[in-house]
């Protein structure tokens, strides 16, 4: 039998889904992140790694941090720039791949991820990893918010009742991205300290039973910084 090949979510999918609206698009910031914030943990500029239609990245850039996201999505970066223009903030969205990180040729304070690293198959994880070390500076830290072994599955056939937009999502297309904390400490080994891994909670519309009110489903919280 041919060894099967982990295929990565491809571009066209999320492209197709940003035409609607994605289920994990709240809409606002994710209240992890406003946390963080809170408690001072996001320092100085930072860079959102996919960051979908810009909640987080201009949240921050709200709170006075000098802003920048990329997505490999160009529709989600345009959701992304409207916003900022609309909401009279200056964040700089782009259109890139994490893969290719290393090409922005700068590095950065913070990085944040809402559920990016998630979504990448296993052989692409650790090429992020390096293009993360070329963007983060020395001390810097990302911070990951993952789906974990704990989050429930959503169930499809419900969720493109609720979510016609939803409908061009294929079962093949969803592959379950369970991350352990295994996983996080054996991707981050080399060059990284893990601060801390804790629970914590995602805000979406997998769950949900309406896009009136995101369900909370749980998660990984991760504080790594580079040595
Ligand atoms: N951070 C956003 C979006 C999360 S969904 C939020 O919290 O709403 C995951 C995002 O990662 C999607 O926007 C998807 O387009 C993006 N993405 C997935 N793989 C990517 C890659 N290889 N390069 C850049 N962006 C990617």
């Known amino acids: 039998m041919p060894e099967q090949k982990e295929e990565n979510i491809t571009v066209d999918f999320f492209e197709s889904v940003y035409h609607g609206e994605p289920p994990w698009d709240i809409g606002r910031?994710?209240?992890?992140?406003?946390?963080?914030?809170?408690?001072?943990?996001?320092?100085?500029?930072?860079?959102?790694?996919?960051?979908?239609?810009?909640?987080?990245?201009?949240?921050?850039?709200?709170?006075?941090?000098?802003?920048?996201?990329?997505?490999?999505?160009?529709?989600?970066?345009?959701?992304?720039?409207?916003k900022a223009a609309q909401r009279h903030l200056t964040a700089t969205f782009l259109v890139l791949n994490v893969l290719e990180l290393h090409t922005l040729g700068r590095t950065f304070d913070?990085?944040?991820?809402?559920?990016?690293?998630?979504?990448?198959?296993?052989?692409?994880?650790?090429?992020?990893?390096?293009?993360?070390?070329?963007?983060?500076?020395?001390g810097g830290t990302y911070f990951m918010l993952c789906v974990s072994e704990l989050t429930p599955?959503?169930?499809?056939?419900?969720?493109?009742?609720?979510?016609?937009d939803f409908s061009k999502l294929k079962p093949?297309?969803?592959?379950?991205?369970?991350?352990?904390?295994?996983?996080?400490?054996?991707?981050?080994h080399d060059g990284w300290r893990i601060n801390y891994i804790r629970q914590a909670t995602l805000e979406s519309y997998w769950c949900a039973l309406s896009r009136m009110e995101p369900s909370e489903t749980p998660g990984w919280l991760s504080s790594i910084s580079k040595e």
Not at 153 to 164: A, G
Not at 172 to 188: G, K
């Open 29 to 82: 910031p994710q209240k992890e992140y406003i946390q963080l914030e809170q408690a001072g943990e996001i320092v100085g500029s930072v860079l959102d790694v996919g960051c979908g239609t810009g909640e987080n990245a201009l949240y921050l850039a709200e709170q006075g941090h000098e802003v920048w996201g990329i997505d490999f999505a160009p529709t989600a970066i345009q959701k992304a720039q409207e």
């Open 153 to 164: 599955i959503p169930d499809f056939s419900k969720l493109k009742e609720r979510m016609p």
């Open 110 to 138: 913070t990085v944040i991820d809402s559920g990016l690293f998630h979504t990448l198959s296993n052989e692409d994880r650790p090429r992020f990893v390096d293009n993360l070390a070329a963007v983060v500076r020395r």
């Open 172 to 188: 093949e297309d969803y592959r379950r991205p369970q991350v352990t904390q295994a996983e996080i400490r054996n991707s981050f």
